[in-house]
């Protein structure tokens, strides 16, 4: 069973294109994360959130949203996309509550705008 | 920002003893040493973490100095599939979030 699962896999798009990015965990953990990696592989978070509640917000621009529909699902989606948006964006989540020990990590989503 | 220092690349022969150092020399007392990994085209994977004593794990041995400035991670017998980037993180236990740095690029040669 996988622990973290994202969809799509692989996402090629138009500029200016709206899409979703989807989430998953199936560990029972409290906190979901999105982290973006650049084309430099510079792994950097967006967000957090916490019991579906918002708690990290990383100076991400307006036309990227989260939605938390319940503590095991955490999606993003991102309005007018721009070419500076390729890149493979990884889901994540821990047990804040007993100390965050381990992130487990999804497999990514390669997003490509053209 | 990342709070650590680690070599931009490393090699090491299939079937000996990685060691990949850490420097941390910042770190607080109430921050763990955590090293993760990111093998191509995956996504992270914890590897161990530690707060003041040597860990040792199915994956990897962690040696934390004791003045907890620099540690090194140790993967006893390197093999090619451990061929990956690997990431020295310090992280409080009340901090809400994971810094990547750079990390280290390890290459097992065969």
């Known amino acids: 069973d996988t622990a973290v699962s994202q969809t799509p896999k692989y996402l090629v798009t138009q500029m200016g294109n709206d899409k979703s990015i989807k989430c998953e965990q199936n560990?029972?953990?409290?906190?979901m994360y999105w982290y973006k990696q650049d084309s430099k592989k510079f792994l950097k978070i967006m967000f957090s959130y916490n019991n579906k509640e918002l708690i990290i917000n990383e100076t991400v621009p307006n036309r990227f949203s989260p939605k938390s529909p319940d503590k095991a699902h955490l999606n993003l989606h991102i309005n007018s996309l721009e070419l500076g948006d390729s890149a493979v964006y990884f889901c994540?989540?821990?047990?804040?509550?007993?100390?965050?020990?381990?992130?487990?990590f999804g497999s990514g989503t390669r997003l490509t705008v053209v | 920002d990342a709070k650590t220092t680690q070599p931009t690349s490393m090699d090491c022969a299939e079937g000996r003893a990685a060691n990949l150092p850490c420097n941390h020399s910042?770190?607080?007392?109430?921050?763990?040493v955590y090293w993760y990994r990111q093998i191509h085209s995956q996504g992270p994977q914890y590897i161990i973490h530690g707060l003041k004593n040597n860990e040792t794990n199915e994956m990897a041995s962690l040696i934390i100095t004791e003045d907890r400035k620099s540690s090194t991670l140790i993967l006893p017998h390197a093999t090619l599939r451990d061929t990956a980037v690997y990431y020295c993180?310090?992280?409080?236990?009340?901090?809400?979030?994971?810094?990547f740095g750079k990390g280290t690029r390890l290459h097992i040669l065969p």
């Open positions: 910042t770190i607080s007392g109430n921050e763990y």
């Open positions: 994540a989540s821990s047990q804040v509550s007993t100390g965050g020990i381990g992130y487990t």
């Open positions: 560990l029972g953990h409290d906190t």
């Open positions: 993180i310090v992280k409080g236990s009340g901090d809400d979030k994971i810094i």
